[in-house]
């Protein structure tokens, strides 16, 4: 399974941009799918979730009504919609999918994921 992030960039606060993951696994519409970042001396943080039944999306409080995660299952790509960035949203964005089919729960912590793409790095100036 590999996974190629792209689509980051330097942007201004309040700025939107779109994130994109293209997937080359079997199967990867069956697996749950997720964002996390990482900023400069901080460790790695989840940001959200898309179920493999694409209508379910999980988000931590912080992008919560300023992202968007979406899934193109015939695309094999999952994207993550930015809007309103902030200067705190700045960091290497990386996607990853879970590590079992059909997933049932939010995994938030990144050990629980078996494949991550190489990451995409994200710069919000104020």
């Known amino acids: 399974v590999q996974l190629q992030a792209s689509g980051g960039g330097l942007v201004q606060a309040g700025s939107s941009l779109r994130i994109s993951c293209a997937a080359s696994g079997v199967n990867d519409r069956d697996y749950n799918m997720a964002w996390f970042r990482q900023a400069p001396g901080k460790e790695r943080e989840f940001v959200a979730l898309i179920s493999w039944r694409p209508e379910f999306k999980y988000y931590i409080d912080s992008v919560k009504g300023r992202f968007t995660i979406s899934r193109d299952n015939g695309q094999n790509t999952v994207y993550l919609q930015m809007n309103s960035l902030k200067p705190d949203d700045t960091a290497v964005y990386y996607c990853?999918?879970?590590?079992?089919?059909?997933?049932?729960?939010?995994?938030?912590?990144?050990?629980?994921?078996?494949?991550w793409g190489q990451g995409t790095l994200v710069t919000v100036s104020s």
């Open positions: 990853a999918r879970d590590s079992e089919a059909f997933g049932r729960r939010v995994k938030k912590n990144s050990a629980e994921y078996a494949y």
